[in-house]
DNA sequence: CCAAGATGTCATGAG
DNA sequence: TCCTCATGACATCTT
């Protein structure tokens, strides 16, 4: 087993997971019973307008069943985060070398103490952490790429809400190491409670400490005992050993942290191409104290105003699902709010001034498209100054045959050299959609503006001006639910991909953050690491000078430094510190039960 | 011709 | 109860 095959798996895994995380999100879109009499009511009713003009069967087969996507479930085992460290240097109550180390490791005590972090276990997190690192950072690139997100503040603890479900991909992938190699939950194993316990050999089997190798470490400060600090469990533990003995010790060098960040930001580079100049300036964004740009213009043609200031702390689940409620409120409650709309998404904040001028109000919204593509709701004339738009756009008037329409309402042509006006009522009609139709066939005195957007109190006034026939209300009354459903399905589609771009920026956010606290994970490794380092040459110098009565060092098989709760040192006999270490490592097993 | 996206429409439920 | 809005689902059209 050897780092190779570490990475070329961990490069499988970051390829299939990046493919699974660009997939679509399934908005769960389930087929339901729907029933078709209704629409064939209204169809039979099309049809008869469109007087059997139109006679194709518009009844296809019905579209392919969404298959139900593979979505990664959160397989969160786990993770450590750097919030353990302090606790656990703290704790750092091993077991007594000595009692544990299998007499043929002996002679190797002082090389695995410069690795004491590199256990096999801990190896497999770190380089799990590493996968993560990798893969939130080559995400935030990708969408960096995009747009400028980089807006909510890293420490907006709102932003933790939901944390779990965008980590899923890179916990599958922790998930896969854990099943080949074993728990990440041994990650500090170093110091937990199972290493500390390990069966009590006997008090000859002395660990050296001293390059003479003629010393053990089986030595306590006090309540801490400082020997085992300096081995890794691998060598204190046999139970858990899966990996050990297949990771020889030097190799624990090889991922040594700083080493980790390089490795990290080269495969970054490697994976999404790009440069070390925009790998290394990704880092320097990390290595930035709040890991986070405060620039604050979160692509800010991509909100609405209302979601805008909704989630401009905007990270936590509750700004977007409150965002939905908060925009759907402003285009509906007022009459003069409007959205500001992103061209992103395709939309405009500019109300419809063409032909709304009454009705402006009660529409709150209007698609920017509106203006050159889907004229419904405009006065016709205001297109004849527009003949541009002729090929702009697509035109959803479902091409219901306006010249079976027509044929009825307009005067046929006169020749096959159409005039210009006659170009511009053709043009016109394709641009009318099919309410509008409607409504001219059934001779509308007003306009489908009015029907749809007038209040409902000036819509009955204008419906009682007029003496219609029951066909006529009840095309109006369509026309009006028609038209108001519209607008809103415009409304809703806007806000879906509103509160989609939301969860997006939420999920980089957290992706940041993650990132940031693998990092500082790191650093707090290192740092351990060179605590230990230090602790280690102290204790070396303290105990190998000191002399008994006779001048003669003692001998670490019998005599260990323990701390005192003052903070002095004291020499004590090796089976005291033993018994000493085990109750230590009692208490948080009984605490954790 | 197919797929994906855009848009309109309907049904339904909530306010 | 009626009106309006929001939204899922589907159909249709466009690209």
Redesign the pocket.
């Known amino acids: 087993m050897g780092w190779e095959s570490h990475l070329t798996a961990a490069s499988a895994d970051i390829d299939l997971i990046d493919i699974l995380w660009r997939q679509?999100i399934d908005?769960?879109?389930?087929?339901?019973i729907?029933?078709y009499?209704?629409?064939q009511k209204?169809q039979d009713v099309d049809k008869d307008l469109r007087d059997g003009a139109e006679q194709e069967d518009?009844?296809?087969g019905?579209?392919a069943e969404a298959l139900a996507r593979n979505l990664l479930v959160d397989g969160e085992t786990g993770e450590s985060f750097p919030a353990q460290f302090p606790a656990d240097i703290s704790s750092i109550t091993e077991a007594v070398p000595s009692e544990s180390e299998p007499p043929g490791l002996q002679n190797n005590l002082l090389s695995p103490l410069l690795t004491g972090t590199e256990s096999p276990f801990d190896l497999e997190q770190q380089w799990q952490d590493l996968m993560s690192i990798m893969e939130m950072q080559a995400m935030e690139v990708n969408t960096s790429t995009n747009e400028i997100l980089y807006n909510a503040p890293s420490g907006d603890p709102l932003s933790t809400n939901y944390s779990l479900a965008p980590n899923t991909p890179i916990n599958q992938n922790v998930s896969l190491h854990q099943a080949s190699l074993g728990g990440c939950s041994q990650d500090f194993s170093l110091f937990s409670p199972e290493a500390e316990s390990l069966p009590v050999a006997s008090g000859s089997t002395l660990l050296p400490l001293l390059p003479s190798n003629s010393t053990s470490l089986n030595s306590s400060f006090g309540s801490t005992n400082l020997a085992g600090l300096f081995f890794p469990p691998q060598l204190n533990g046999t139970a858990n050993d899966t990996a050990g003995p297949e990771l020889p010790d030097p190799l624990g060098g090889l991922l040594d942290e700083a080493m980790l960040d390089e490795i990290s930001l080269m495969d970054l580079a490697i994976e999404e191409g790009f440069n070390p100049v925009q790998a290394s300036q990704l880092e320097e964004e990390f290595d930035s104290d709040s890991g986070l740009s405060l620039d604050s213009s979160h692509s800010p043609s991509s909100l609405s105003s209302s979601e805008g200031s909704s989630s401009s702390s905007s990270s936590s689940s509750s700004s977007s699902s409150s965002s939905?409620s908060s925009s759907?409120?402003s285009?509906?409650s007022s009459a003069s709010s409007s959205f500001s709309e992103e061209g992103a998404v395709?939309y405009s904040s500019d109300s419809e001034t063409l032909d709304l001028e009454e009705a402006e109000g009660?529409v709150?919204y209007q698609?920017e498209?509106?203006k050159f593509?889907?004229m419904?709701y405009q006065d016709p004339s205001q297109l004849s100054c527009l003949p541009y738009l002729e090929h702009v756009?697509?035109?959803?008037t479902?091409?219901m045959a306006p010249s079976a329409l027509d044929s009825a309402d307009l005067p046929p042509p006169s020749g096959l050299k159409k005039g210009s006006k006659e170009k511009q009522a053709d043009f016109l009609d394709k641009q009318m959609?099919?309410?509008e139709h409607r409504a001219r066939a059934m001779k509308i005195p007003f306009t489908n503006d009015k029907i749809i957007n007038l209040?409902?109190e000036e819509?009955n006034e204008l419906l009682s001006k007029y003496q219609l026939s029951e066909a006529q209300l009840s095309l109006i009354r369509?026309i009006?639910?028609?038209?108001?459903?519209?607008?809103?399905?415009?409304?809703?589609?806007k806000?879906?991909l509103d509160t989609i771009l939301n969860l997006e920026r939420d999920v980089e956010d957290l992706q940041r953050d993650k990132a940031r606290l693998l990092r500082e994970k790191v650093e707090f490794l290192r740092s351990l690491r060179q605590m230990k380092q230090k602790v280690q040459s102290l204790y070396q110098e303290v105990f190998g000078r000191l002399r008994d009565e006779n001048g003669r060092p003692y001998s670490p098989s019998q005599y260990a430094l323990q701390y005192a709760g003052d903070g002095s040192v004291l020499l004590i006999p090796r089976t005291l510190a033993d018994q000493q270490a085990r109750r230590q490592e009692r208490k948080p097993k009984d605490r954790r039960k």
Request: charged fraction near 30%; proline fraction near 3%; include cysteine.
């Open positions: 679509d908005l769960g879109a389930g087929r339901e729907f029933d009499s209704h629409r209204e518009t009844w296809s019905e579209g939905s759907s409120s285009a509906s395709g009660a709150g698609p498209y509106s593509c889907r419904s756009g697509h035109n959803h479902y091409n959609s099919r309410d209040p409902v819509f369509d009006r639910r028609r038209g108001k459903n519209k607008m809103a399905a415009q409304n809703c589609r806000r879906k």
